[in-house]
C-alpha cells in the first residue's frame, strides 16, 4: 500500500519502529497531491518545499533521540483561515489574497513544536460562510467520491484532501457544522471540540462565539492523536479554558458497556433523507449490541437554531470583518473618489455574494430598533437550546444523531437558495450554539455511493467519551479508512 494511503496512527507506529521515514510518507503525499489535485482542487497552495526540509528535520529529531510526538515527521494540511508565518492566509477570498500572516497561529505553532510537517493550505468557503465551498473566491473543491458534487463546506478543502489522500490529516474549523457537515460528505471523521478545549489565537474569526478548530482524520484513533497535540489552555486566547488534556488516544478502549446514548426525536423529522435515516438507525442498533443502552430524549428548541445562529453568527461577522476596509491590510480597490468612496468599493469588490449577505443580516440585527427584537431575543433562545441540551445530559453520557439531512449534493444544486443552503446545517449548529464537542463518523453509504455521516455529541469537555464511543462504533461498523476511487485511477 502507498504511504500516502496510511492512517496518521499506522504511520506514527512505523516511523517509531524505523520502517519508513518521514522524507518518504512526504514525498508520497506529494507525489499523490500531483496526481489527483489537480482534479479535486483541495489545496490553495502547496509548500512542498519547506515540507520537506521539515520531514528531514523531523528524521534528525529521531536520529538524535529527541523528544517524539504522534505528528513528528506527518504531512498535515490546514485549511486557509489559519495563520501562517510566511505562507499565504486568504480564508478563500479575494480580500486576502496574496496575504502572508508574520505569525503563526497557535494550534499551528504547536503542531510546528510537534515536528509535524505542514503540507500547505486548504480551500474553503470565504471566510467560512458556507456549506459547500462553493463559495470560495478562487476556485470549488470536488467531492472525491463524486467529482459531481460538492465536498461540503465550509472545510470542504480540509476533508476532500482527507478522503483523496493529498494529507494524512487536516485541520478545519466549525462554527455551525464546517468540519462535521463536510466529513460526512466526504466520508471521514471531522471532530468539533468543546468551545475553549483549543485556542483559537490565529483563527481568522467568521462568529468569535461559536468559531471551533478540529481534526479532520481518516479514523478516529487518528482524530484523538491530533487532538492531543493542538488541545490546551493558551493564554492568548481568552476563551481557552485552563483544564487538563486527557489522554485521548489512551482511553479508546476503555469499555462503553452501560453507557446511556440519547436519540434525539427532533433530529429525525421531516426533510430526512430516508437512506441516511435508516444508515443511522443502524449504527445506533450496533452500538447497542455493546451493552449500551439507549433511550429517546427531547430538545424542543431544535428547530429555532437555524434562525438563531443566522442572527448570532452574522452579528459577529459583521463586527470581524469591519476591519477589511483597505486601510489596515489586504485588498484595496483602485480609483476611488475619497475615503468614503474606497471603503464601499474594496468592500464591494473584496467580498463575495455570500459574506456580503451575511454581513447585512448581521449589520440588521445589530442596528437600533431592532437590536432587542433580533439580536438579543436569539441571544435568549440559544439560552434555552444550551438548557435543552443540559437537561438530556443529565440522564445521558452521549447523544447519536445524523449529521446532515441529505448525503452531498451537486454542484450548484443549492447556490442561488439560500436558505435551502443554511438548512443543510440545521442538525449541526445546535452543538456551536450549546459549546458542546461533536463528532461526525462515517456510516454507510447511499445506493449511489455517497458517504453518511453518524453523529455524536457529548457533554463538555467530555472529548475523552466522545472518542471513546466513537472508536468503539467505528470499529464494529467498519466504514471508516475506506478511499474513493478517482477518476483515471486503476482498480
Known amino acids: 500500500m502507498e504511504l500516502y494511503n496510511c492512517s496518521l496512527e499506522e504511520l506514527w507506529q512505523r516511523l517509531e519502529k524505523g520502517e519508513v521515514s518521514s522524507l518518504e510518507v512526504t514525498r508520497s503525499v506529494f507525489k499523490r497531491i500531483a496526481e489527483v489535485d489537480e482534479t479535486v482542487g483541495a489545496y490553495l497552495e502547496i509548500d512542498e518545499k519547506r515540507a520537506l526540509v521539515q520531514a528531514e528535520a ?48 497557535t494550534v499551528v ?37 463524486d467529482l459531481k458534487r460538492v465536498p461540503g463546506g465550509s472545510s470542504g478543502g480540509s476533508t476532500a484532501a482527507v478522503a483523496s489522500a493529498t494529507a494524512i490529516a487536516t485541520l ?44 479532520v482524520t481518516l479514523t478516529v484513533a487518528d482524530a484523538a492523536l491530533l487532538l492531543g497535540v493542538i488541545a490546551g489552555h493558551d493564554e492568548r486566547d481568552s476563551t481557552s479554558v485552563d483544564l487538563p488534556v486527557a489522554d485521548y ?43 449500551a443502552r439507549f433511550e429517546d430524549v427531547s430538545l424542543p ?30 485588498f484595496r480597490a483602485e480609483d476611488a473618489d475619497g475615503l468614503i468612496d474606497m471603503y464601499r468599493k474594496t468592500r464591494a469588490q473584496g467580498f463575495g455574494d455570500e459574506v456580503k449577505r451575511r454581513i447585512m443580516l448581521g449589520t440588521y440585527a445589530l442596528s437600533a430598533g431592532y437590536y432587542d427584537a433580533y439580536y438579543r431575543k436569539a441571544q435568549q433562545v440559544r439560552t434555552l437550546i444550551t438548557r435543552d441540551f443540559d437537561k438530556v445530559f443529565a440522564g445521558c453520557d452521549v447523544l447519536v444523531a445524523p449529521v446532515c439531512p441529505t448525503p452531498a449534493f451537486a454542484f450548484g444544486e443549492k ?36 458517504p453518511i455521516g453518524l453523529q455524536i455529541i457529548a457533554k463538555p469537555f467530555a472529548e475523552e467519551t466522545l472518542l471513546k464511543v466513537a472508536w468503539h462504533y467505528e470499529q464494529m461498523a467498519g466504514w471508516s479508512g475506506r478511499r474513493p476511487q478517482l477518476a483515471g485511477e486503476a482498480v
Not at 517524539?68 to 483561515?81: A, E, N, Q, S
Not at 510537534?114 to 476556485?139: H, P, Q, R, W
Not at 446511556?260 to 435508516?278: H, N, Q, T
Request: a neutral charge; proline letters at 6%; hydrophobic letters at 35%.
Open 109 to 145: 505553532s504547536r503542531l510546528r513544536e510537534a515536528g509535524a510537517v505542514i503540507t500547505g493550505k486548504l480551500n474553503m468557503d470565504e471566510f467560512a460562510m458556507g456549506s459547500s465551498t462553493e463559495n470560495s473566491s478562487f476556485k470549488p473543491t470536488r467531492n472525491p467520491w
Open 415 to 450: 447556490v442561488d437558495d439560500p436558505l435551502s443552503m443554511y438548512l443543510s446545517d440545521i442538525l449541526t449548529i445546535p452543538v456551536n450554539l450549546a459549546g458542546l464537542p461533536a463528532i461526525s463518523v462515517p456510516c454507510g453509504f447511499t445506493k449511489a455511493g455517497l
Open 249 to 291: 488516544y489512551g482511553g479508546l478502549k476503555n469499555e462503553i458497556k452501560d453507557l446511556r446514548i440519547g436519540v434525539p426525536a427532533e433530529y429525525f423529522g421531516a426533510g430526512l433523507d430516508p437512506e441516511v435515516e435508516a444508515a443511522v438507525r443502524l449504527g445506533c442498533r450496533q452500538m447497542a449490541a455493546t451493552g
Open 58 to 105: 523531523a528524521d534528525e529529531r529521531r536520529r538524535q533521540g529527541q523528544e517524539i510526538t504522534p505528528v513528528t515527521g506527518i504531512p498535515l494540511g490546514l485549511k486557509d483561515l489559519l495563520s501562517t508565518a510566511g505562507l499565504k492566509t486568504t480564508c478563500g477570498s479575494k480580500m486576502l489574497a496574496g496575504y502572508r500572516p508574520e505569525y503563526d497561529a
Open 301 to 330: 428548541h431544535t428547530d429555532y437554531a437555524v434562525a438563531t445562529y443566522y442572527l448570532l453568527a452574522t452579528a459577529e461577522a459583521s463586527s470581524n470583518l469591519a476591519r477589511y476596509d483597505g486601510v489596515k491590510y489586504g
Open 172 to 215: 478545519g474549523s466549525d462554527t455551525g457544522g464546517s468540519i462535521r457537515q463536510p466529513a460526512s460528505f466526504c466520508g471521514v471523521v471531522g471532530m468539533k471540540p468543546t468551545y475553549g478545549r483549543v485556542s483559537r489565537y490565529g483563527l481568522v474569526a467568521f462568529a468569535s462565539s461559536l468559531d471551533q478548530i478540529g481534526p
